[in-house]
């Protein structure tokens, strides 16, 4: 059964800081991993997707890196805004598409 | 591309009743999904579409609980006889998948609250 773990749990920066957040997983055969950000209340936005084949992918001040065989993710925030506050969720997509969903990190920006 | 709508926001119910959410998927998506996510946990998958066959079915959806997508668009979301453990947030995602194209993110709605008195 996938396991999907992220570390830490919650994390308080002040702003500009570039900060990395941490995904694990179990089972190394998926298809692909996504890092998303929910705000309090809302539904899920998808930042970044990185196909298995992939190592990384970028978007403006968003990185993702992929270690599929050791089981890795990291999702990494540049020069971090208060706006950047919400919940970082990363999920892995194996077979039969699901998502198997870590427990997020709550990330808050102080100005 | 008006992303995925899920009605109603919030469905506040006594327990033993009955309640169904809809969802709309993104118009050309072919797939579509139900997730189910509690407080302070990430979302829980429960089931999937491919236009309007159910694919696949988690654990979690019990016997009272039923999901269809009649004609390959709309989809919904039915839990007879509430139970205070079904008290959630019900995720609606959805997502074209093709040879072509691979994998593609999939897409969510705001979410359906569901409170259980």
């Known amino acids: 059964k996938q396991e999907v773990t992220q570390i830490p749990a919650a994390l308080s920066v002040p702003e500009g800081e570039n900060l990395v957040l941490n995904c694990s997983f179990t089972d190394s055969a998926i298809y692909n991993l996504q890092w998303f950000r929910q705000d309090p209340g809302k539904g899920l936005t998808s930042l970044l997707l990185i196909q298995s084949s992939q190592r990384e992918q970028t978007s403006g001040r968003l990185n993702a890196s992929l270690d599929k065989s050791s089981g890795r993710s990291t999702l990494y925030i540049a020069a971090s805004q208060p706006g950047d506050s919400a919940t970082y969720l990363c999920?892995?997509?194996?077979?039969?598409?699901?998502?198997?969903f870590g427990e997020g990190t709550q990330l808050t920006v102080n100005p | 591309d008006t992303g995925v709508s899920q009605d109603p926001r919030h469905k506040i119910t006594k327990r033993g009743q009955n309640v169904t959410f809809r969802c709309d998927p993104i118009s050309e998506h072919n797939r579509l999904y139900w997730y189910r996510q509690t407080l302070g946990q990430g979302p829980e998958f429960l089931t999937y579409f491919q236009n309007e066959a159910q694919l696949e079915k988690s654990r979690l959806l019990s016997d009272r609980f039923s999901a269809e997508r009649p004609k390959g668009s709309f989809s919904t979301l039915e839990i007879q006889r509430t139970e205070q453990g079904d008290s959630a947030m019900y995720l609606c995602?959805?997502?074209?998948?093709?040879?072509?194209?691979?994998?593609?993110?999939?897409?969510f709605g705001d979410g359906t609250r569901l409170s259980i008195l």
């Open positions: 999920a892995v997509e194996t077979s039969g598409s699901r998502l198997t």
């Open positions: 995602a959805s997502s074209l998948v093709t040879p072509n194209l691979g994998y593609q993110p999939q897409h």
